[in-house]
């Protein structure tokens, strides 16, 4: 059993919790959180018995084997890499640093703790619709593109309206909408594009000065993928990749819900299957397979080309975001 210690009280931490017990391959040991009484607000009733407000007794704990950080987007990296340190598996929620050089030591750190595994809950990714569609664009006759849409208003922008500052609003804790839903559209692109040659993303700044929404171009050989991000409003189209007929439509790029293919005629056949309620549940099940049995060539193929493509998807964010000339603190360290 994959003892887990998590950091993050969120309603997301939960589901991941969920998530994980439902595998029956984790058990919840012990929380982090800023108040010991918080801590044990959420684990007691999740079964854990270890309730930390110190990060150094947290990651040092031989209660935890596992550790889920669901913290704001800047505390990612110097956490994730504690966790290496002590030689833990750590799973780290998206986007799982704020910058490229972030990565590259995590990278590093990494080499020097071999025994500790690295992942990025990027969960659309372990999806089976994910392969389904990277598959279905494989047998298209030639790409033409896409156009990929996530926008949802978030309900901490009636925050900013209001004046204050929530934490994925502000630049100090990297936030905005491309830090945000931009990775799951990200994650798309380059898991079944792979890498473009040249972006640029144009945003609309918000009055805390990071990108509420925005339009990111990025350019292929032979052509051209946008992606439509935005917290501070909603879309209902539909996200579309392009051959020279067929079109293979999703309902949502995250999601991944509804995913078809039209024909030259409009015909539409369903190639997708209905995600579970839990949406973490597969990767959830993909990291515990890894964490297990880490040295079975299968899994250790798969936990690498995870860690390289998560490399990638932040590269492409860090290029967008300097496009876009999108600061945070953290890029002068
Ligand atoms: N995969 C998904 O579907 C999904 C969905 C939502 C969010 N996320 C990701 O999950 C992460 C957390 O998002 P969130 O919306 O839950 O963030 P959040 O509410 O701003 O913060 C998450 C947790 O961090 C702690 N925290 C809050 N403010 C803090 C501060 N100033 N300093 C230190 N700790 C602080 C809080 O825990 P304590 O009060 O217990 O310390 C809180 O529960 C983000 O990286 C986000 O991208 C992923």
């Known amino acids: ?62 209660t935890i084997d596992t550790f889920y950080i669901a913290s704001p987007n800047s505390l990612h990296f110097e956490q994730a890499k504690q966790g290496i340190e002590n030689d833990k598996n750590v799973i780290v929620e998206k986007p799982i640093v704020s910058n490229i050089k972030q990565m590259e030591i995590l990278r590093q750190t990494l080499e020097e703790h071999p025994q500790a595994r690295l992942f990025e809950a990027a969960r659309q990714v372990h999806q089976p619709n994910f392969k389904v569609i990277k598959g279905q664009i494989a047998m298209l006759d030639r790409i033409q593109g896409a156009t990929l849409t996530y926008m949802k208003y978030s309900s901490r922008y009636d925050a900013v309206l209001a004046g204050e500052t929530p934490n994925v609003f502000t630049l100090n804790f990297a936030g905005g ?17 792979g890498m473009p040659d040249d972006v640029a993303y144009y945003p609309t700044l918000t009055s805390t000065r990071v990108d509420g929404k925005g339009v990111a171009i990025l350019r292929y050989p032979e052509f051209d993928v946008t992606l439509n991000i935005g917290k501070t409003s909603n879309s209902y189209l539909d996200s579309e990749i ?88 953290d890029d002068a360290q």
């Open 177 to 193: 909408a491309l830090q945000d839903l931009g990775v799951y559209v990200a994650y798309d692109a380059v898991g079944w594009f």
């Open 242 to 329: 392009y051959g020279l007929k067929d079109t293979i439509v999703m309902d949502n790029p995250a999601e991944l819900g509804n995913v078809s293919i039209r024909d030259e005629a409009g015909k539409e056949t369903v190639i997708g299957t209905k995600p579970a309620d839990n949406p973490m549940i597969s990767e959830a099940e993909d990291f515990a397979r890894v964490i297990n049995d880490p040295q079975n060539e299968l899994n250790d193929r798969d936990y690498w080309t995870w860690l390289d493509l998560s490399q990638n998807v932040n590269k492409l964010l860090y290029n967008l975001r300097q496009s876009g000339k999108i600061v945070f603190p």
């Open 1 to 62: 059993m994959i003892k887990l210690g998590i950091i993050g009280t969120n309603w997301i931490t939960q589901q991941f919790v969920d998530a994980a017990h439902a595998t029956k391959k984790y058990q919840l040991t012990a929380v982090y959180s800023r108040t010991t009484e918080k801590a044990k607000q959420f684990g007691e009733k999740n079964g854990a018995t270890g309730f930390f407000d110190n990060l150094t007794d947290f990651f040092k704990s031989e």
